[in-house]
């Protein structure tokens, strides 16, 4: 086996073993500590006094870390925010995040405001992208939006630096942590944001981007949304009017322990820990206390397969789950981008295509765009040009043309481009 995960930079953040429920929480409700990944990262993620009774608000910021791939930040931000629990139902808590504001003076009215929701991290507070920094794609992704006049806020979601799990792919929790990070940037900088905000999510995050979208008229409706752009589409539509040739279940014992910690067993269910066999146990410890780059070298330790890692097969350890991608196809005030790798062997693009027709079919004004060659990482820079000529049209008051009368059924994933930032 491989050297002690404790070698590494990021295990280096030590678990606080007890960490005092007063500390990390503000409604017994809401699980805390070692096993759901609570770490002791810094004091400024830890909020002690009594919180506030509204999501949205602003609790502290500082300075955030530099980044060389972020060059046109006249401010960089790490924030902490109210936010609402959806999964366990405990009220208020605290959410970590970053904000950016473009250099030079803001236009009139202000800056438009471009939420971004990253994709898969892990579940442990060390993954917190304002903690670590965010990793090199996503980094120029947000200097694109700085560079072109957009300001950005980057939730960490909730559980990522924040106290309790992460509900990893719950989209209506996650919804939550992008729409308060708007409403309390908005807040803070009334002077310099405008009331303009777009939503964009890769992966993960786009199953966030699209479920802000989803309950921001109920949940949110203060937000002033704009447009949605979603790339490397997770979100899974069985109502919807094409069925994808394979299964959509993630069967990777990466995801799939990331589910089991992050929120998807029912209540009452067997934990995690009781699911998993002796090979796996190490998965759940690096998930614990590491992010995902970490529990992939641990799965490819010799010996561990999908096959070993779980007491059952892990086909029914899914059935287990909570279909937590689900989604009902409805018609929303803003239109989409969705744009898909045709390269993307990690959600496939037949499993994309199923939720382009599912929003379509809804009534939706929907522009689906395809990247020949470009992977599921890929595919995120890729779409960027058409995601900022998206947004500056809207902000134009130029309607989108939906293609929804054209969009076609794609084959199986294409061979990746050579050469080509980030298309891994």
């Known amino acids: 086996m491989p050297g002690s995960l404790t070698t590494r930079s990021l295990a280096a953040l030590a678990v606080v073993v007890g960490l005092s429920a007063s500390t990390a929480s503000a409604n017994s409700l809401l699980p805390v500590g070692p096993k759901v990944g609570d770490q002791n990262l810094s004091p400024f993620y830890r909020w002690s006094e009594t919180l506030p009774e509204s999501p949205g608000m602003l609790l502290r910021k500082e300075p955030m870390l530099a980044q060389p791939e972020i060059t046109s930040a006249a401010l960089a931000e ?38 971004w929701a990253h994709g898969t991290l892990g579940i442990s507070d060390a993954c917190a992208p304002s903690w670590t920094g965010h990793k090199p794609r996503d980094a120029t992704y947000i200097q694109r939006w700085l560079e072109n006049g957009f300001a950005v806020v980057a939730t960490d979601y909730q559980g990522l630096g924040g106290p309790g799990p992460h509900p990893y792919l719950i989209w209506q929790a996650e919804g939550r942590s992008v729409l308060d990070g708007v409403r309390a940037a908005l807040a803070t900088y009334r002077d310099k944001l405008a009331p303009k905000v777009f939503v964009t999510g890769q992966s993960q995050g786009s199953g966030a981007a699209l479920g802000a979208t989803v309950i921001a008229e109920s949940y949110a409706p203060d937000v002033p949304l704009i447009a949605t752009v979603a790339t490397g589409l997770v979100s899974t539509f069985p109502d919807g009017p094409y069925k994808p040739p394979q299964t959509t279940a993630i069967g990777s014992p990466i995801y799939t322990s990331l589910m089991l910690l992050g929120g998807s067993l029912p209540d009452g269910a067997p934990s995690a820990d009781d699911l998993v066999s002796d090979k796996g146990k190490p998965i759940l410890k690096a998930a614990r206390e590491n992010c995902s780059t970490e529990m992939r070298e641990v799965a490819g330790w010799d010996g561990v397969t999908a096959e070993n890692v779980y007491v059952e097969p892990m086909a029914q350890i899914i059935a287990r ?10 018609r929303l005030k803003v239109p989409l981008l969705l744009g898909t790798g045709l390269a993307d062997s990690t959600l496939v693009p037949t499993r994309q295509y199923a939720e382009v027709a599912a929003l379509c079919a809804a009534g939706n004004e929907v522009v689906w765009k ?6 599921h990482n890929g595919g995120l820079i890729a779409a960027f ?3 900022l000529a998206f947004f500056r049209g809207m902000l134009a008051g130029q309607k989108p043309s939906s293609n929804c009368a054209g969009i076609a059924e794609p084959g199986a994933p294409g061979e990746a481009a050579k050469g080509v930032a980030f298309n891994d």
């Not at 936010?83 to 139902?89: L, M, V």
């Not at 789950?321 to 409805?330: E, F, Y």
């Open 321 to 330: 789950l909570t279909p937590i991608t689900d989604m009902k196809a409805v």
């Open 385 to 387: 040009p058409d995601a």
């Open 78 to 115: 790490r924030i902490l925010y109210t936010s609402s629990d959806f999964r366990w139902h405990a009220g208020i808590v605290p959410v970590s995040g970053t904000l950016y504001l473009p250099k030079g003076e803001p236009p009139a009215g202000g800056w438009p405001v471009v939420a």
């Open 370 to 375: 395809t990247y020949p060659g470009r992977t």
